[in-house]
Each structure stands twice: as structure tokens, then as C-alpha cells.
């Protein structure tokens, strides 16, 4: 896409800290770090969010962030790993082509990943079953 900065930046138009990169993606150091490592692995080839990209390039974002979550925690020596990806506005998505966080996790580092447990109840199970066609 002709505006997209992740475009640009994973295509090498506007310059990143670049920790990884080959034919299909580049992983840069996020401008805005949760944490000390925070990077981001961002797809050459454009595609908005998980709907929209290829399941081949799906496939490779996961081997990539094993690889890199593995050699970050290696390097960081971090006591845990996040890996976040994010689709729609409701979701977290601010920048609207595909990219996956990679957060490297240390004790007492305050980085915010969690949510309130519900309650799955049995019309809800029910409902989402037969909506899943399960």
C-alpha cells in the first residue's frame, strides 16, 4: 500500500533497528517499547490484519517470532515472552497492516497483558458451538 509506514519500514523506504531480516519479513526494535527488546515483525508484503494475510504467510510470522522469541530471551536473558498480534481498532490495532509484537518479559516490568476472567457459561458455550457449526 502506497501510505503504509509499515510498508515503508519493512521495505526498507524509511530507516528501523533492524534485528532480522529476509526475502518475506523484517523485524525492527518497536519506537515505542513495552520493554526493553520489545520488537516487531512486520511482513513485506502488504496484507491489514490475520484476515487478510496469506496462510502460508501466516505459517512463516510463527516460525519467525519462535525463532526470534528464542534467540531475544537467549540475548535479553528475560524471565518470560509475549507474543501479541492485534486485529481491529477494538482490538488494539493502531497501524493496519499485519504485524506481530515480540515482548521480552521481565520480573516486576509492569507491561500490561492481561484481562479479567469471565465466566464461560453454558448458554454461551451453546450459542457459540452452534454458531462455530461444532
Known sequence: MENCIFCKIA???????????????????????????????????????IYEISD????????????????MTDAL?????????????QAGQTVFHFHMHLIPRYKGDKVGIAWEPGTLTDEMKNEILEKMNC
Do not use: W
Open 77 to 89: 536473558g528475560c524471565d518470560g515472552f509475549n507474543i501479541v498480534q492485534n486485529n481491529g481498532e
Open 11 to 49: 521495505n526498507g523506504e524509511i530507516p528501523a533497528t533492524t534485528l532480522y531480516e529476509d526475502e518475506d519479513f523484517r523485524v525492527i526494535l518497536d519506537l515505542g517499547p513495552a520493554s526493553k527488546g520489545h520488537a516487531l515483525i512486520l511482513p513485506k508484503a502488504h496484507a491489514a490484519n
Open 56 to 71: 502460508e504467510m501466516a505459517a512463516k510470522a510463527m516460525v519467525l517470532a519462535k525463532k526470534m522469541a528464542t534467540k
